[in-house]
Nanobody
Framework: QVQLVESGGGLVQAGGSLRVSCAAS????????MGWFRQVPGKEREFVAG????????DYSDSAKGRITISRDNAKNTVYLQMNSLKPEDTAVYYC?????????????????WGKGTLVTVAS
């Protein structure tokens, strides 16, 4: 079992930056690929970024490329999402998730564990 807890969300002005974190506990964190997803009320959850278990591969949605960076620190059992040049349309609840299949992560399928999310609000 893996427990995931997101933190770091909040209110930020458009153009600002924010880093959200996801702390994992339980089974071996370093063996899981990790992803960040986001959801706006009334809309489907969407993929934002993914990182392989060792950090050697990262992938981003088109809207995230160039502005958002995913990273992980396996010694701290934590994955991060650094968001720069934030836009009002980035407003959402951000969730982290863990999976043992990177291909499934990119398809947002078969995630083994989910956190409860952290709200990011970008004011215009």
């Amino acid at each position: 079992q893996v427990q995931l807890v997101e933190s770091g969300g909040g209110l930020v002005q458009a153009g600002g930056s924010l880093r959200v974190s996801c702390a994992a506990s339980g089974r071996i964190f370093s063996s899981y690929h990790m992803g960040w997803f986001r959801q706006v009320p009334g809309k489907e959850r969407e993929f934002v970024a993914g990182i392989s278990w060792g950090g050697g591969r990262t992938d981003y949605s088109d809207s995230a490329k160039g502005r958002i960076t995913i990273s992980r620190d396996n010694a701290k059992n934590t994955v991060y999402l650094q968001m720069n040049s934030l836009k009002p349309e980035d407003t959402a609840v951000y969730y982290c998730a863990a999976t043992d299949s990177y291909s499934q992560l990119l398809l947002m399928r078969g995630m083994d564990y989910w956190g409860k999310g952290t709200l990011v609000t970008v004011a215009s």
